[in-house]
């Protein structure tokens, strides 16, 4: 029934501790620094991504290899959980100078 641990993810404006649930790893109510957690638990930080900072408003995620947390636009997005930020260029197309 709920059971879940949770990784402290720093905002990465303002560095406040946003507790993110994970339900992969050992489900024993833990909490982990980001850079602690099992890695069972990790791959599900971005459950409930993105996150809110309720200090600064920005809406992050983790991004991975690194491991570090990353500024996204805020649009739902369920299918690119661990694509890292290559799933979220914003506004910027692609520049000319692609072969010929
Ligand atoms: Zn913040």
């Not at 099992?38 to 690194?66: K, L, M, Q, S, Y």
């Amino acid at each position: 029934m709920g059971m879940y641990d949770e990784i402290l993810v720093p905002c990465p404006k303002c560095g406040e501790l946003y507790p993110a649930q994970s339900k992969s790893g050992p489900c024993e109510l833990q909490t982990f620094e980001l850079g602690e957690a099992p890695e069972g638990a990790i791959v599900d930080v971005n459950r409930h991504a993105p996150f809110g900072c309720e200090r600064c408003g920005t809406i992050f995620e983790v991004a991975f290899d690194p491991l570090r947390t990353i500024e996204v636009p805020y649009r739902p997005r369920r299918n690119q959980l661990f694509d890292g930020e290559d799933g979220y260029q914003v506004g910027t197309p692609q520049t000319e100078g692609i072969e010929n």
